[in-house]
């Protein structure tokens, strides 16, 4: 499937769910497609989409999700090289998924340890 530099992130389909499909072949594509780049040429994927699945090919899951759920929250078109993709991802993940505890009641800690029974 070519990802048109047109398209836009959510027009660009992944046959198969994200824990279903190629995680470093579709992150290279959203990859490219939030830039609105076109990662193929003639066809084919280009020199800089095998460059950037091989390092995707290198990374644990644990950041490949990481990196296609903070994509996926972007709206196009986004310009960003790779290193800052990897910082915007890191401080997007803990501005969203951590919150802040202004204050705890007794009741709260006796919750937390009933639940860890």
């Not at 759920?69 to 910082?87: A, G, N």
Request: hydrophobic share 40%.
């Amino acid at each position: 499937m070519a990802v048109r530099a047109s398209e836009s992130i959510t027009e660009v389909k992944m046959m198969k769910s994200w824990e279903d499909c190629n995680k470093p072949v579709a992150l290279a594509k959203q990859f490219f497609a939030i830039q609105g780049i076109n990662a193929f040429t003639g066809g084919r994927p280009s020199k800089q989409f095998w460059a950037v699945r091989g390092f995707y090919c290198k990374c644990p899951a644990e950041t490949l999700n990481l990196l296609h759920e903070y994509i996926e929250s972007l709206e196009p078109p986004q310009k960003f090289t790779m290193t800052e993709l990897f910082h915007r991802a890191a401080l997007w993940n803990t501005t969203t998924k951590i919150t802040k505890i202004d204050s705890t009641t007794v009741n709260d800690y006796l919750k937390i340890l009933e639940e860890w029974k």
